[in-house]
């Protein structure tokens, strides 16, 4: 049997929920490249998953909600920022799915009811803007509110790490399964594909890219400053590993990420994303969005512009979503 075979078969596994559209698009960007004076480039679309708006979060609750439906629960307790993507899919996938859905959202500087907080308050999810600091403190908080919930007669299940950061390198594994079939497709082989990650969807490029033997590197743009992220990520690589019965283990050399693009902090826009924004949207009509994969694409353009690649390389993008947010940053993007 082959490797992508096996690694099919090991996926297959793994309890899921269907609740998107995959495989999802890979498509070329020749006028993004030509712009550029750049390398092929082509986008693979984890937009387009098809729920609420689609996103990266899709395929990662593909497994996350599929082992709370395993387990026999009735209600899913997420929480994380206030225009978090992760939320409003958790959101879309209860609604779909017939799941109560509790949210807990840090109040920051983007509690506002547009993007993401509008999407979630459309789902009937049970929302609360908390002041409790994202991290630690909040994921405690939502620990707190299952036991609450139990004592209500409610089977609830927590979206939190490092669980879900392990579901989601899985997640990341099987997306390399497709773009491992849709390369063979296209006849092409990259050689390096770039994404915004910090978490589970660079685990599962690392580790997808390492058991198939593949020629392309994945590279990731943080969005955020965190703390141990080598280790985050190495860990969460290899619990997929684990949890899809695989040898192959992640070390800390094949983890390249950088906190080069973030700017001020998580959330905050750069003059940088901005550009690539603009520049992705009118050369391709495609839309980044401000938080993550505009930050990315500004990672990629700066080492293009810098030489890294030569026009017969091939690089993918891996666009992970998050475009509703575009709607709570309208002043930032149009008052440049
Ligand atoms: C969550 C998110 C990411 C980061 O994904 P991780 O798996 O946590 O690294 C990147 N881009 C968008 C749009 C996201 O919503």
Redesign the pocket.
């Known amino acids: 049997m082959t490797k992508l075979n096996t690694l099919l078969q090991n996926i297959a596994q793994i309890p899921k929920v269907e609740i998107g559209h995959f495989p999802t698009p890979l498509e070329e960007c020749p006028r993004l490249s030509e712009v550029l004076g750049g390398p092929r480039i082509f986008i693979k679309r984890e937009d387009c998953s098809g729920l609420a708006f689609g ?3 899709v395929r990662q609750l593909t497994f996350t909600i599929g082992e709370a439906v395993h387990q026999g629960a009735d209600t899913i307790v997420h929480g994380a920022a206030s225009q978090s ?2 939320c409003r899919q958790a959101a879309a996938a209860c609604g779909k799915l017939g799941l109560n859905c509790y949210l807990r959202l840090s109040r920051d500087h983007k509690s506002i009811l547009q993007g993401n907080l509008l999407l979630d308050n459309l789902t009937g999810a049970d929302i609360e803007i908390v002041d409790v600091p994202f991290g630690t403190e909040l994921e405690k908080h939502k620990y707190d509110l299952a036991e609450t919930l139990k004592t209500q007669g409610l089977k609830p299940y927590v979206i939190a790490s490092p669980r879900s950061t392990a579901l ?1 390198a899985v997640a990341f594994t099987w997306c390399i399964t497709e773009i491992y079939q849709q390369q063979e497709q296209l006849g092409i082989e990259a050689d390096w594909i770039y994404t ?7 685990a599962g490029l690392v580790l997808g890219t390492k058991v198939l033997d593949m020629k392309m590197k994945p590279y990731a743009c943080a ?1 955020i400053h965190w703390e141990g992220k080598i280790d985050r990520i190495r860990e969460a690589g290899n619990s997929a590993a684990s949890i899809l019965n695989l040898d192959t283990q992640v070390s800390d050399s094949d983890i390249l990420n950088t906190d080069d693009y973030i700017g001020s902090g998580y959330g905050y826009l750069t003059p940088e994303c901005i550009a690539a924004l603009r520049l992705v949207a009118n050369s391709e009509g495609i839309i980044l ?1 401000p938080v ?2 505009a930050k990315a694409m500004a990672c990629l353009i700066d080492h293009i512009k810098a030489g890294k690649f030569s026009k017969e390389d091939v690089v993918i993008f891996l666009h ?3 475009t509703p947010a575009l709607f709570a940053y309208n002043d930032e993007l149009t008052n440049t």
Do not use: I, M
Not at 197 to 202: C, H
């Open positions: 996103g990266n979060k993507n992760h989601a915004s990650s910090v978490g589970g969807t660079q969005p969005d993550y994969t992970t979503g998050g």
